[in-house]
């Protein structure tokens, strides 16, 4: 295993190297590598801008479990990853794109909110089981999906799969993962304060610049 070189397609990338069994990972290969693995996954306008490179620097020394660099920008690598920002600046694909620098440290399916709540509306509770259970997530937008409903019952469905995976992680150190538009106000707002105070204890909050472009 050679976690330090990634295979795509044709090419490949060397984005450290091994010394005494340690990987030490380059920053600026990791960047032309996600360039490149941004573009086959998202087509080829897409680029990393460099007004987001110091907040793509704290993902990586996370992802990589870079412990010394986490401390300095105070991540605690047991946590999940709550990364915030405005309309368009970048989160889904960043979190999309990051996993695939160390997968074998860090690996999660991306989960879209609605789709979690209109998968709620047709088969009931067993969706909170579901997404409670140990794999591990990326709720992709919290905050902003529609109430749930199924038989005339509703249903916060995320703030509640929320507090299952905080139990979850209580019990097992299982790390979820998520992104919002929203503040910490309007999360507390929409999913009370008992969920907030959970997401403090599951997640590093990790922030984009209000000034952030639109890169739609």
Do not use: W
């Amino acid at each position: 295993m050679n976690p330090h070189i990634i295979l795509e397609k044709e090419k490949k990338f060397q984005i450290g190297e091994i010394q005494d069994s340690i990987v030490e990972y380059d920053f600026d290969k990791i960047i032309t590598y996600l360039n490149y693995k941004g573009k086959l996954l998202f087509g080829v306008k897409f680029k990393i801008h460099d007004t987001d490179l110091l907040l793509i620097y704290k993902l990586v020394v996370y992802y990589i479990q870079d412990k010394e660099n986490c401390k300095k920008f105070g991540l605690d690598i047991s946590k999940g990853i709550l990364l915030t920002g405005p309309v368009g600046c970048g989160k889904t694909s960043l979190m999309k794109l990051l996993k695939y620098v160390a997968p074998h440290l860090t690996t999660y399916d991306v989960i879209p909110c609605r789709h979690v709540v209109f998968q709620f509306n047709n088969n009931g509770f067993s969706v909170i089981e579901k997404y409670g259970n140990t794999n591990a997530y990326c709720f992709d937008d919290i905050g902003i999906e529609a109430k749930g409903k199924h038989f005339g019952q509703a249903c916060n469905v995320v703030g509640e799969i929320l507090l299952s995976r905080h139990d979850l992680y209580s019990k097992t150190h299982k790390k979820t993962f998520a992104t919002t538009n929203l503040n910490a106000a309007e999360l507390e707002e929409r999913y009370g304060s008992r969920v907030r105070s959970r997401m403090r204890q599951m997640f590093n909050l990790v922030v984009f610049d209000k000034g952030c472009i639109d890169k739609r």
